[in-house]
């Protein structure tokens, strides 16, 4: 699920999310923000506006 959440521009995808592995509502949210969502701090996000490098 890509949601957003209102306060922010980050996604509220299940796959960055610190409740995942024991997450009861996981990808069943529709429409909606999931309440529950709250970004896993170990896992580093992407400055906004980065490229990746390209392939040779």
Do not use: Y
């Not at 209102?6 to 024991?22: F, V």
């Amino acid at each position: 699920m890509v949601d957003k959440k209102p306060d922010t521009q980050e996604p509220s995808i299940c796959l960055i999310c610190a409740w995942r592995e024991n997450c009861v509502k996981k990808f069943s949210f529709t429409g909606q923000h999931c309440l529950e969502f709250s970004r896993d701090l170990t896992l580093k996000a992407k400055p906004v506006g980065e490229v990746p490098p390209e392939k040779k």
